[in-house]
């Protein structure tokens, strides 16, 4: 009879350590970060520089390089214009056998009102082509936007290396 509370305990505290060896497991293990403020087009390009050269040490194909690159300058153009400030934080991760990228965005601009009008193909507030952010998605292997207007706006995507 006695036995049985220590039998429960014992089961939430394996419970416990596997459940916290699972989520070991599934964190992505930051290998190197760094945070590239953005407020002229100079920063944009040495945002694109900056992430195109950390993707490298992963061994991306250089088209996948150009791709990184691209969607790097896609989001650091989009913070100038409608934010006028901000920043990328770029980090290299590992997640298991896995090294990646991953490109946050960030300002505290005016936000996007309706997010999924702004990743339609062709959908601009600036007469412009509208693809930045389509593009951006369609580039990475997965994207993420969180916006609230009034408070600014945070893009992640990542890119693993295959
Ligand atoms: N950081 C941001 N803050 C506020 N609004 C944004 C931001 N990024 C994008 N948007 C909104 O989403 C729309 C679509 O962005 P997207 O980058 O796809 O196109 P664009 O910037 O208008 O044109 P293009 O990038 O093709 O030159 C923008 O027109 C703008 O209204
Ligand atoms: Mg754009």
């Known amino acids: 009879m006695r036995r049985a509370p220590v039998d429960a305990e014992r089961q939430q505290l394996h419970s416990t350590t596997s459940l916290g060896l699972a989520s070991a497991r599934n964190r992505e293990r930051v290998?190197?970060?760094?945070c590239i403020p953005i407020q002229s087009d100079g920063d944009i390009v040495g945002a694109r520089q900056n992430g195109r050269g950390l993707a490298v040490?992963?061994?991306?194909?250089?088209?996948?390089?150009?791709?990184?690159?691209?969607?790097i300058s896609e989001l650091a153009r989009n913070?100038?214009?409608?934010?006028?400030?901000g920043k990328i934080i770029l980090k290299l991760v590992e997640q298991g056998e896995t090294r990646?990228?991953?490109?946050t965005a960030h300002?505290?601009?005016?936000?996007?009102?309706?997010?999924?009008?702004?990743?339609?193909?062709?959908?601009?507030?600036s007469r412009s082509l509208g693809l930045g952010l389509p593009g951006v998605r369609r580039l990475m292997d997965e994207f993420e936007i969180v916006s609230d207007v009034g408070l600014g706006t945070i893009v992640t995507v990542k890119k693993w290396a295959k």
Do not use: H, M, N
């Not at 040490?57 to 969607?71: E, Y």
């Open 107 to 125: 300002d505290k601009g005016p936000g996007i009102p309706d997010i999924s009008r702004a990743l339609e193909a062709g959908f601009s507030t």
């Open 79 to 85: 913070i100038l214009l409608y934010a006028k400030r």
């Open 31 to 34: 290998l190197e970060e760094t």
């Open 57 to 71: 040490q992963l061994g991306f194909s250089p088209s996948d390089l150009t791709l990184i690159a691209t969607a």
């Open 100 to 103: 990646g990228i991953i490109v």
